[in-house]
């Protein structure tokens, strides 16, 4: 077909249908796309200005909270010509760096992970305050600057904070000097002035670097309007330690703790009652999961309530809480007053901060563990008290699954909520007879948390093991093979999550005594390498659970047992197979 008859062919379409509404509609549509073409044709030098002020008009209100670095005034009678350009440019690039250090926690810190649930305290700054080096410096095109530059003269009131700095010598000292000026701080319509110094020694210049990296720390408490900070020494502690923090949550490992909990010793040695620090503290303390840490980690979420942010008071209570409810729930503490006080922390975190997913979980988690501690206690309780027991474990019970739920809907990849679901429904289906119909519905909604968990973060190990058990118990209700198989697939993957995960090497012990009672070596050795990762001086709760977990399974397992395999047992603290001090009880 040729261009002509192409051109031609909707003019012969819309005159195919001549008085007909569809014709109509077409004819009017092309007369108007006809018009709009005309009109843009005559309006376009119009157009593209209007463009083009909208586009500098957009830049300016983006930059209206801006901050200018300008090139530093040299009066220390150096020959070096670039000096004050360089400082200008270092203090641009150490702001910048400081900045990235919030930037990447916040960005790791999206999703909550359940060993690091309470996230490192973050203060980045304020989302309006752009920083933007001068003209001089290079940051923007000549023409973008020079538009700019032209809108800020043309709209005084509307100028950027400047940042301008002088470096100078007075006799023995060489001083650097920066002014902060035309600053609006958050929530003020008022402008103000910051003047904020460095010292070091006159006629040595290698110290440059290190004074312009105080004032850069000095300059970013002043943008961010820190509470919580007095000492910028303590502040570039604190950043130090959250990077070390965030490289620990990345690769795990022991090096970058011991760094993170350096840093964070060194800022409270410079302000001993930093909250903000203590509160890191007691989150790198209590990520270890361990009986040794886990007390450290109570007296350093105490040390952060001595604080008037309201934030950050609700996460060191709930952090408090969860600590508490830990040294219950994993390192068998038998504290009576221990979930108490646990509950009590949370409930006021709750107070605060409703909102926060976070804080749902902790109060959820108290509410789980005081379940599980009135559902044992009833297990040997009298008649008349067993009831009442069983009653208010069944109302925290409740209370703690509708805590978990407004957690996740509070944050649908909250996958330590998801688990601990999993895991309290795991539990409340333990404690209900075989013959019991909600039991197998139980598992298995109990296997559909754990799903969720496994999902939201696949490296997850804890969801794994609870899914786990749940496989382990529905054998009662289902194929004993299958679930066996799936239990142990399971397992795997908690193990290769984090090998040294003591709780899912005991239950692997207990698969293999349920799959095979009348050979139960392997089982042992399960037993034993999950004994030997815990802690020998501060573990020793964690051991006699793990033991009371397997006693019962061991009734048709101990006759088979070598003698050999009791000495290597009773040489970790384990009597399960009898003799030395009793610990499966």
């Keep these: 077909m040729s261009g002509a008859a192409t051109v031609l062919l909707v003019p012969d379409l819309v005159t195919g249908f001549p008085g007909t509404p569809v014709g109509e509609f077409l004819t009017g549509l092309l007369r108007a796309i006809g018009a709009l073409g005309r009109f843009a044709a005559e309006q376009l030098p119009w157009l593209v200005a209007a463009a083009t002020l909208a586009l500098c008009l957009r830049f300016w209100w983006r930059r209206r909270k801006a901050i200018v670095f300008e090139p530093w005034l040299d009066r220390t009678g150096a020959e070096k010509a670039d000096l004050g350009a360089t400082l200008a440019s270092m203090l641009l690039h150490r702001i910048r760096e400081i900045q990235s250090v919030h930037e990447r926690s916040l960005r790791r810190f999206e999703l909550w992970n359940p060993n690091y649930e309470v996230p490192a305290f973050q203060q980045p700054i304020d989302d309006d305050v752009k920083l933007m080096a001068s003209l001089e410096l290079g940051r923007y095109g000549e023409l973008v600057g020079r538009l700019v530059t032209l809108l800020f003269k043309l709209l005084p009131l509307a100028q950027p904070a400047q940042l301008r700095g002088t470096v100078l010598t007075l006799g023995d000292h060489l001083f650097l000097q920066l002014t902060l000026d035309g600053f609006r701080p958050k929530g003020s319509k ?44 303590a502040f570039k502690a604190w950043v130090a330690g959250l990077a070390h923090y965030v490289d620990f949550l990345d690769v795990e490992s022991d090096e970058a703790w011991g760094k993170a909990k350096r ?16 509160y890191n503290l007691g989150v790198l303390h209590y990520v270890r999961l361990s009986a040794r840490d886990n007390p450290v980690a109570i007296e350093r979420f105490r040390g952060a309530l001595l604080t008037g942010d309201r934030e950050l008071k609700a996460h060191a209570l709930s952090g408090l809480a969860n600590a508490q409810g830990q040294a219950f729930h994993r390192h068998g503490v038998d504290d009576p007053h221990l979930l108490d006080e646990a509950y009590f922390h949370a409930a006021r975190a709750l107070e605060l901060a409703p909102g926060s997913d976070v804080v749902q979980k902790a109060y959820a988690f108290v509410c789980h563990q005081e379940s599980e501690r009135r559902a044992k206690a009833a297990a040997t309780a009298s008649d008349a008290t067993r009831a009442r027991l069983l009653a208010e474990a069944e109302r925290t019970r409740d209370e703690a699954i509708r805590h978990y739920r407004l957690a996740t809907k509070i944050n649908p990849h909250y996958f330590a909520a998801f688990n601990n679901l999993g895991n309290l429904l795991l539990e409340w289906a333990r404690r209900l007879p075989l013959d019991d119909a909600r039991r197998r519905g139980l598992l298995m909604e109990a296997l559909r948390e754990c799903d969720h968990a496994i999902k939201a973060r696949a490296s997850y190990h804890l969801p794994y093991d609870n899914a786990a058990n749940a496989w382990l118990e529905l054998a009662a209700h289902e194929s004993p093979a299958r679930c066996f198989e799936q239990a142990e697939a399971h397992l795997k993957n908690a193990l290769l999550n984090q090998p040294r995960y ?64 009791a000495s290597a047992l009773k040489a970790l603290g384990c009597s399960c197979l009898g003799g030395g001090e009793k610990t499966a009880v």
């Excluded at 840093?263 to 203590?278: G, W």
């Excluded at 799959?515 to 709760?541: I, K, T, W, Y």
């Design 190 to 233: 008022q402008r103000v002035m910051r003047v904020l110094e460095a010292r070091g020694k006159s006629g040595d210049l290698s110290t440059l670097p290190e004074l312009v990296e105080e004032l850069a720390y000095k300059v970013y408490l002043e943008l961010i309007e820190s509470q919580h900070f007095k000492s910028w020494r």
């Design 263 to 278: 840093c964070y010793d060194e800022a409270l040695a410079h302000e001993r009652n930093n909250a903000a620090a203590s």
């Design 502 to 565: 003591a709780e899912a090497l005991n239950d692997w012990a207990r698969l293999e005594l349920r799959r095979a009672p009348q050979e139960p070596e392997r089982a042992f050795e399960r037993h034993r390498q999950a004994l030997a990762v815990c802690d020998p001086e501060s573990d020793g709760g964690r051991k006699k659970k793990l033991c009371r977990q397997l006693a019962p399974e061991l009734d048709a397992a101990k006759a088979a047992a070598r003698p050999d395999t």
